[in-house]
Nanobody
Framework: QVQLVESGGGLVQPGGSLRLSCTAS????????MGWFRQAPGKQRELVAT???????NYVDSVKGRFTISRDNAKNTMYLQMNALKPEDTAVYYC?????????WGQGTQVTVSS
């Protein structure tokens, strides 16, 4: 079993930046693909970005060019650098394997983009 803890969210103005972190309770070196997900109020959870163990990345079209996913296997930590934030990025952000494992969902971290 592994626990994933997300942090780094907050309130930011449109155009601002945040850096999210996801720390695992044990090594996730064996997790070939990790991902960041988000869930906005009244919407289903969606996959935002993925990164493989070889650091190949993919992004949903709505965040391409603005978000950057990265991972540090030695620190059991994954990051999501979010720039040029928009109000529609407002959501609770989660990390998990990709595809996700139900028992790995954490509490998430709230990101609110508002003026």
């Amino acid at each position: 079993q592994v626990q994933l803890v997300e942090s780094g969210g907050g309130l930011v103005q449109p155009g601002g930046s945040l850096r999210l972190s996801c720390t695992a309770s044990r090594s996730f070196f064996g997790f070939r693909t990790m991902g960041w997900f988000r869930q906005a109020p009244g919407k289903q959870r969606e996959l935002v970005a993925t990164i493989t163990i070889g650091r190949n990345t993919n992004y949903v079209d709505s965040v391409k060019g603005r978000f950057t996913i990265s991972r540090d296997n030695a620190k059991n930590t994954m990051y999501l650098q979010m720039n040029a934030l928009k109000p529609e990025d407002t959501a609770v952000y989660y990390c998990n394997r990709a595809p996700p494992v139900a028992s790995y969902w954490g509490q998430g971290t709230q990101v609110t983009v508002s003026s």
